[in-house]
């Protein structure tokens, strides 16, 4: 059995070690006594991830959002949504002005195998250019 104390010389107790992994001596290290003759404490290892969880819970609880921030960002949010929108409605009204060909809607819907409406967006997308839609629809 080996014994480590405080001031016993490393040589030593690395030789002693090297017999009991071949199988020689049997090894038993105890805990190092510090300076006050005390035991060093183990580290607990489940105790520190609950402690580092509780502080990070605490500090999302503690944070508080200003209403005023609130109601600044939703009015932000709400204005790009309706100029989203605003510009999607033109872009549908202009698509609408593009005449396109009863002859050429039925070509796309047959070649492509796509609804009515796809090939009349993709029509409609492309000036009325079935060449163009075709390859948009391939790609």
């Known amino acids: ?67 005023s921030n609130l109601e600044t960002a939703m009015s932000v949010i709400g204005d790009r949504r309706s100029r989203e929108q605003k510009a999607k409605q033109e872009r549908e009204k202009e698509l609408a002005k593009v005449t396109i060909k009863k002859e050429d809607v039925e070509l796309i819907m047959g070649e492509m195998e796509i609804s009515r409406a796809v090939a009349e967006r993709s029509l409609r997308e492309h000036m009325g250019n079935v060449v163009e839609a075709l390859i948009a629809l391939t790609n």
Not at 37 to 64: F, I, M, Q
């Open 1 to 67: 059995m080996l014994t480590l104390y405080h001031g016993e010389p490393k040589q030593l107790a690395l030789k002693e070690a090297n017999m009991a992994a071949e199988g020689d001596v049997d090894l038993d290290l105890e805990a190092e006594e510090n300076c006050t003759g005390k035991p060093t404490e183990k580290p607990r290892k489940h105790d520190s991830g609950a402690a580092d969880l509780e502080r990070v819970t605490d500090y999302a609880e503690e944070k508080e959002i200003s209403s």
